[in-house]
C-alpha cells in the first residue's frame, strides 16, 4: 500500500486514507475533523484539485444524467434524476454499509470461548489494556477509537496543521482523529502521513514516549516491553482483523 492515494493525474494526496469501515458510527470525518456529515465528506473528492478535480459537482451530475442506468437507479431509489442531493445521499448510504463487527476477538467477545485465542493473543490483550500500555485509552470501545483527537508525538514539528487548520487553536496544532485499530493489521503504511510501515515500528514508537511535542497526549509516556511482549501484542492486534469484509459480495 501507498502512503498517499494518487488523484487525477497520478497526484498524490496530503494525508494516508483512512478505512471506510464502520463509518455510520463516526461523527466527524477527514483527519482533522472537517467535516460533521458523510453527505458533506462526498462532495469534497468531487472537486478537489487532487483528487478527482472537477470544477463543480454539476459536471458530475451531468455525466450522470447521460447513462440511463444511474437515471433508473436513482429514481427508484429517489423519485428523481440525479442531483447534487441524492448523489450525496446515495454515496454516504453505500459508505454506511461497509459494517464490521465479525472478527475473532469479536466472536471471543461475544462467546467468552477462550480457545479462540491461543495463549500469546490473550496476553497481548492484557497488555494491550494494561495501565502500563494504555493502547485502549484511546482505541476503546466496540470501535477501537475514542473517536477524539489527539497529538502522539509523531514529530516535533509538523508540517500539517491537523485539527487546527479546523478551529485555528494552537492547543489542537498536530492533532489527529484516533483511528480505528480494526482491521489494523491490513491498512498499512500507518499514521496521518503514512510515515510508518509496520505496526511494530508503531510499538516501538509509543514505547520511547514520541517525540515530545507541545501538544502531545499525557497518555503517551514511553514504556519497557520485551520481545516476547511485543509478539504476543501483534499476536492480539491480529485478532482484530474481520476477513469477511475482505471477500467480495459479487
Known amino acids: 500500500s501507498k502512503a498517499f492515494s494518487l488523484g ?16 455510520a458510527y463516526v461523527d466527524f470525518f477527514f483527519a482533522d475533523g472537517g467535516v460533521e456529515t458523510l453527505e458533506s465528506q462526498a462532495l469534497a473528492p468531487i472537486t478537489d484539485g487532487l483528487e478527482m478535480g472537477l470544477p463543480d459537482i454539476e459536471i458530475a451530475i451531468s455525466r450522470l444524467n447521460q447513462n440511463l442506468d444511474y437515471i433508473k437507479l436513482f429514481q427508484d431509489a429517489y423519485q428523481s434524476k440525479p442531483n447534487s442531493d441524492n448523489l450525496t445521499k446515495a454515496l454516504a448510504c453505500f459508505e454506511r454499509t461497509i459494517f464490521s463487527g465479525n472478527s475473532r476477538f469479536d466472536q471471543f467477545l461475544n462467546t467468552m470461548d477462550k480457545s479462540l485465542f491461543s495463549q500469546a493473543e490473550i496476553e497481548g490483550k492484557a497488555l494491550f489494556y494494561s495501565d502500563s500500555l494504555a493502547c485502549g485509552s484511546c482505541h476503546s470501545g466496540f470501535l477501537f477509537t475514542n473517536l477524539y483527537f489527539e497529538n502522539n508525538g509523531l ?86 482483523t474481520d476477513y469477511s469484509i475482505t471477500k467480495s459480495n459479487n
Open 8 to 23: 487525477i493525474k497520478n497526484q498524490k494526496r496530503k494525508r494516508n486514507s483512512p478505512t471506510l469501515v464502520n463509518l
Open 155 to 240: 514529530y516535533k514539528k509538523y508540517e500539517d496543521m491537523g485539527r487546527k487548520r479546523v478551529t485555528l487553536r494552537m492547543q489542537d496544532e498536530a492533532k489527529f482523529k484516533v483511528p480505528t485499530l480494526r482491521n489494523v493489521a491490513l491498512t498499512a503504511p500507518y499514521m496521518h502521513d503514512g510515515s510508518m510501515q509496520t505496526l511494530d515500528e508503531i510499538i516501538n514508537h509509543y514505547a520511547k514516549g514520541g517525540n515530545k511535542h507541545p501538544n502531545q497526549s499525557p497518555q503517551i509516556k514511553g514504556f519497557k516491553i520485551s520481545e516476547t511482549q511485543k509478539r504476543n501484542l501483534l499476536a492480539f492486534l491480529n485478532t482484530l
